[in-house]
């Protein structure tokens, strides 16, 4: 069987489902794609007819928009073969899910907030395209936590330490070294190597993001008549998840609801909670998309390019 995976590229949720498909499909092509792409993406194997050389094609940890949508569902060849499993309310809230191929999942029966990772997995169990294993459990559970943020709540740093790989090795090192891990060991361990990265990761970070959040701006976005109150910095995309519990830690000085990265090595921005707030409503607001406490938006948004201006967000 041929199978073609686009999945998120990002973060270690979409590469977590590169690992699964490489372990479930001895014949699988995988696509890494950007959050903002996948239409765009799969548009382009429709339009050269590749796409139609597959048995199943997947598209994990993202969703595809209208109108391609449509022409899917037009399409009983590609919609037969098609499959989309993502976790992201916005999703949802556009009425993506209402086709039959499209599985817009945020947790299961139990109120376990689902990710990519976890739906794939559950789906190539359920279809015996995978048989279950204790490391596949670790990786696809560790890096469900990590995605969702429920390793905090579970003291598990484990799940952070696949991010900081990730984000030290990129997409194609940590892809392999996963794949090895699964391949060779019984449960997940970190080898010398792996731990001095860790570390390194760790020591650097506090200094950097003390630096980054020096150059905060902030300002006050109307949305529905509410004022948020965004904290704005540059940084590089692989200190994320990590700004804004150094702002918590730090007592946030700022007094912001919501911290927006402005990417330096990407080009979309990130939101995540200072305080208890919804932000993927930022998001939306500049064309994006995303989860309560995890949202993002393209750079290139007219809307938000025009905020930038408007509020003379200029760093040094």
């Known amino acids: ?104 999942i945020i947790e299961n029966d139990m109120g376990v907030k689902e990710s990519g990772t976890s739906l794939f997995y559950k789906y190539l169990l359920d279809n015996n395209y995978l048989k279950v294993s204790k490391i596949l459990n670790e990786i696809v559970e560790w890096t469900r936590q990590y995605d969702v943020w429920d390793w905090q709540k579970e003291n598990n740093y484990n799940a952070k330490k696949l991010h900081i790989l990730f984000e030290t090795l990129g997409y194609k090192k940590y892809l392999e070294l996963m794949n090895y891990k699964v391949e060779n060991l019984d449960k997940i361990e970190f080898n010398d190597f792996e731990t001095s990265i860790i570390n390194k990761f760790e020591k650097n970070v506090l200094k950097e993001i003390s630096e980054i959040v020096e150059k905060i701006k902030v300002i006050t976005l109307n949305i529905n008549d509410f004022d948020y109150r965004i904290g704005y910095v540059k940084t590089p995309y692989k200190y994320r998840n990590d700004i804004n519990e150094f702002i918590i830690k730090e007592g946030n000085k700022q007094n912001i609801d919501i911290i927006g990265m402005i990417m330096t090595d990407i080009d979309i921005v990130s939101y995540r909670q200072v305080k208890n707030y919804d932000v993927s409503i930022i998001a939306k607001h500049f064309g994006g998309k995303g989860h309560v406490g995890a949202s993002s938006n393209s750079q290139d948004n007219k809307l938000f390019k025009k905020m930038i201006e408007e509020n003379k967000i200029e760093f040094i």
């Not at 998120?8 to 890494?32: N, R």
């Not at 339009?47 to 048995?55: A, G, Q």
């Not at 073969?81 to 976790?87: A, N, R």
């Open 1 to 104: 069987m041929k199978v073609l995976l686009f999945t998120h590229s990002q973060d270690i949720d979409g590469i977590g489902c590169a690992i699964l498909a490489s372990k479930s499909f001895k014949d699988c092509k995988i696509e890494p794609t950007k959050t903002f792409d996948i239409t765009n993406n799969v548009g382009k194997y429709i339009d050269s007819k590749e796409i139609y050389k597959y048995d199943k094609i997947y598209v994990t940890d993202l969703c595809i928009k209208e109108p391609l949508l449509k022409f899917i569902d037009n399409d009983k060849e590609l919609k037969d073969k098609l499959l989309v499993l993502d976790h992201h309310k916005t999703e949802i809230e556009e009425g993506n899910n209402k086709y039959d191929f499209v599985n817009i």
